[in-house]
């Protein structure tokens, strides 16, 4: 069965996929989401949201045999529990090709709005440096576009989801349009003017992040409850449940499927169009096929590259739109993980309100005006900061007996300050994902595998940023520091997966032009991870967010001017 009711098909309802939905809705086009998790209904369905350990199921601790067995992987996430296992991939029913010996840890969502209900919604500006990096360094090609043709819609985004954050002025971290920052509790204070004075190279902000610090859009500010990724019923962070869907849903012109798998896209080579999207119910394996002027591919970076190289046909050998050979390749991740972590003995016990969901924020201070060679590396990294106080829970093994003990266990113990780097990862051919040659899901469709590791640049930036840390936690006050200098998590596991589709002018080099549409079929659009040409240090969910939207408004244009 062939359904030709749409103007537009989007695959993936996520961070991108939401975007891609508001914006051709109310651009007036009938639009069809394929979302191949289960529904999830904003509010009604967030089961583990403000729920006490004993209403989860296993008490809310942790049943080691399932998760080994069924989520050996997403298991992994710091946002994963049981009050969310719910929103996550199950690694058994839907296994991609695991290397033991290349491991790449692939987290995923399965649920509508994916991974936007999961994420840590810390949200940053690309700067000008991180669009040129690739041109003055060499590493990868040149970006097709520049920070000046994204700020437009970085504000167009920014001021629809609401970004919370300080301004700076700063050239290497560009001011978003924010909503009131967050405020900082009495030691963070006080470690920011201590490294104003010892570490002046070194700026400490409020992390920027999509979370309500005031109402806004019909969404409340937060009400400081903490754990985000639970779910959030009065919309404080953004997610496309709380956000893009209820503005698409409220055109009329949204229809949103989910349990739909989308299998292969038919290319048709004498329109030179996508023809058809072919899809199959998750529930009961009937299989059927859709067609639209526009299709846009939204469904994460590794989801909608293997979409794109199981589409490969006669025109197509090597994948859809892979004319050259860049589909799949030049994978990248952020290396993150805690650089560094002092204890302060200043007894401050004034916080800022409540369980604040969010950190401070230092952010790149190496090789910002050119190349140092003397540091040995290229590019840079930033630290997302967290502030801790010990408690009763930290100091189980504390020496001490009877009454003494317990009544010191009351007392709020030293502060912990950890710095958790993100360090930039070069595009590079060798780091990519392909089908896996034999191995299939159970809907016949090739399982994807990863041949992609860490390599020299990016084990030199994290050995800087260890010793930086330490330079940085010294200067902030502590009394003693340790540093993590060896990168310690796999690729993917910053959750952060970019490249193998990217962006560019020439098609001998790039699967997408500058508007994010597929060199030579000009219906078919990528606006997720796979679109990056390079990968900066900061968080990329706004950048996608952007692109989608600018992309967007190409589309519809051309479709009005009768060009697609």
């Avoid at 349990?259 to 009937?286: A, F, H, N, Q």
């Amino acid at each position: 069965m062939i359904n030709q009711d749409f103007d537009a098909i989007v695959v993936g309802s996520g961070i991108t996929g939401g975007w891609a939905a508001k914006e051709l809705t109310e651009k007036g086009l009938k639009v069809l989401v394929l979302e191949r998790g289960k529904d999830v209904r904003h509010s009604v369905d967030y089961l583990g949201e403000h729920a006490p350990d004993w209403k989860l199921p296993y008490q809310g601790k942790k049943p080691r045999e399932l998760y080994r067995e069924e989520y050996p992987i997403q298991s992994q996430s710091y946002a994963f529990s049981e009050a969310t296992r719910h929103f996550f991939n199950n690694d058994k029913n839907n296994p991609y090709a695991y290397d033991e010996g290349k491991p790449f840890n692939w987290v995923r969502a399965d649920v509508v709005g994916g991974r936007s209900l999961l994420w840590g919604r810390q949200t940053y500006r690309w700067s000008e440096k991180d669009f040129q990096a690739n041109a003055e360094d060499g590493h990868g090609i040149p970006w097709p576009i520049g920070y000046k043709d994204l700020a437009p819609w970085y504000s167009y985004v920014e001021k629809f989801i609401g970004v919370s954050g300080e301004a700076m002025g700063l050239e290497e971290l560009p001011d978003s349009e924010f909503l009131p920052p967050m405020g900082m509790h009495k030691i963070e204070e006080t470690i920011r003017s201590r490294l104003k004075r010892k570490a002046p190279d070194v700026k400490m902000t409020m992390g920027r992040a999509a979370i309500l610090t005031q109402d806004h859009k019909g969404r409340a500010a937060c009400h400081y409850c903490g754990p985000c990724h639970r779910g959030c019923s009065t919309g404080s962070y953004f997610s496309s449940q709380s956000s893009t869907l209820p503005a698409a849903r409220a055109t009329g012109n949204l229809t949103l499927r989910p349990d739909s798998v989308v299998e292969k896209l038919v290319y048709d080579p004498d329109l030179k169009r996508i023809s058809e999207v072919r899809v199959i119910d998750s529930r009961t394996g009937e299989r059927m096929a859709y067609r639209a002027k526009l299709v846009f591919l939204c469904a994460s970076t590794v989801a909608s590259t293997q979409l794109l190289m199981n589409s490969a046909s006669e025109y197509f050998p090597n994948g859809l739109g892979n004319r050259s050979g860049a589909l799949g390749r030049y994978l990248m991740d952020h290396a993150h993980g805690v650089a560094g972590m002092g204890i302060f003995v200043d007894d401050m016990d004034t916080y800022w309100h409540g369980n604040r969901p969010n950190g401070t924020y230092i952010p790149r201070f190496r090789n910002l005006k050119a190349a140092d060679e003397s540091l040995g590396f290229l590019r840079g990294y930033g630290y997302q900061a967290h502030a801790l106080r010990m408690n009763w829970q930290s100091s189980i093994n504390k020496k001490g007996f009877g009454a003494e003990l317990k009544d010191s266990l009351r007392k709020p113990g030293m502060w912990v300050w950890a710095l958790a780097a993100f360090t930039e990862c070069l595009p590079d051919k060798r780091n990519r994902m392909y089908l896996h040659p034999t191995k299939k899901d159970r809907f016949g469709i090739p399982q994807v595998a990863f041949d992609a590791v860490w390599r020299d640049n990016e084990h030199k930036l994290w050995s800087d940023a260890a010793e930086q840390a330490d330079r940085i936690l010294k200067a902030a006050g502590a009394v003693f520091s340790m540093k993590h200098e060896a990168i310690e998590t796999p690729m993917g596991s910053g959750i952060h997966e970019m490249g193998t589709a990217r962006m560019g002018h020439d098609p001998e080099q790039a699967v997408l032009n500058a508007h994010n549409q597929v060199h030579g079929i000009p219906n078919l659009f990528v606006t997720d991870g796979a679109a990056m040409t390079s990968s900066s240090c900061v968080n990329p969910s706004l950048t996608y967010m952007a692109l989608t939207a600018r992309a967007c408004d190409f589309a519809v244009a051309q479709l009005k001017a009768g060009q697609l």
